[in-house]
Nanobody, 113 residues
Framework: QVQLVESGGGLVQPGGSLRLSCAAS????????MGWYRQAPGKQRELVAI???????NYADSVRGRFAISRDNAKNTVYLQMNSLKPEDTAVYYC???????WGQGTQVTVSS
């Protein structure tokens, strides 16, 4: 029932920017916190940012000040604005519905010169 679809990934040079989107369907989106996670090759999936249902955001230390999470409840969409990208940001980025086991399919972000 629940579907989460990420988009916006791609190849970017260090210092560049990308904006990821995650569109949700099959749920009352506005009731849930939404999270962005990432997984680099050979590593565990890690939390990047979370935005609560009342629009409070928090971030992993590694991205704080560079990334910004936001949501548009009218569009059932959560965004991740990624600035000042570093090679270590390279990963597949996933969105997650609340504390559930509902994940999107992921979108690849590659930061390389």
């Amino acid at each position: 029932q629940v579907q989460l679809v990420e988009s916006g990934g791609g190849l970017v040079q260090p210092g560049g920017s990308l904006r990821l989107s995650c569109a949700a369907s099959g749920t009352i989106f506005s009731r849930y916190a939404m999270g962005w996670y990432r997984q680099a090759p050979g590593k565990q999936r890690e939390l990047v940012a979370i935005i609560t249902s009342d629009d409070t955001a928090n971030y992993a230390d590694s991205v704080r000040g560079r990334f910004a999470i936001s949501r548009d409840n009218a569009k059932n969409t959560v965004y991740l604005q990624m600035n000042s990208l570093k090679p270590e940001d390279t990963a597949v980025y996933y969105c997650r519905l609340g504390g559930s086991n509902h994940w999107g399919q992921g979108t690849q972000v590659t930061v390389s010169s």
